[in-house]
């Protein structure tokens, strides 16, 4: 079992920038890849970014690319997603979730868990 609880969402203007963490407690950290994911007003819950145990491998979607960047600190059992150049469409509820299977899959059914998510706003 894997408790995950994200924070550092909240308001900001377009081209702004947020810092979003993941704890996670309850279980070997490492031995789970990580991912973001974010869901908007009225829309499914999509991928945005993931992680390989070690930290070595990332991914991510096309619309986040070169604007946000995840990593992660195995020593305190935390993940980060660090989101420049923010646009309105950016906004959403974004959820980190952990997965036993590989990093580079961006299937929710693989992530086996879920934080409650944390809202991202940002303003025109």
């Known amino acids: 079992q894997v408790q995950l609880v994200e924070s550092g969402g909240g308001l900001v203007q377009a081209g702004g920038s947020l810092r979003l963490s993941c704890a996670a407690s309850?279980?070997?950290?490492?031995?789970?890849?990580m991912g973001w994911f974010r869901q908007a007003p009225g829309k499914e819950r999509e991928f945005v970014s993931s992680?390989?145990?070690?930290?070595?491998?990332?991914y991510y979607e096309d619309s986040v690319k070169g604007r946000f960047t995840i990593s992660r600190d195995n020593a305190k059992n935390t993940v980060y997603l660090q989101m420049n150049s923010l646009n309105p469409e950016d906004t959403a509820v974004y959820y980190c979730?952990?997965?036993?299977?590989?990093?580079?899959?961006?299937?929710?059914?693989?992530?086996?868990?879920w934080g409650q998510g944390t809202q991202v706003t940002v303003s025109s």
């Open positions: 309850g279980s070997t950290f490492s031995s789970y890849a």
């Open positions: 992680i390989s145990r070690g930290g070595g491998n990332t």
């Open positions: 979730a952990a997965s036993s299977g590989p990093y580079y899959d961006t299937k929710m059914s693989r992530y086996d868990y």
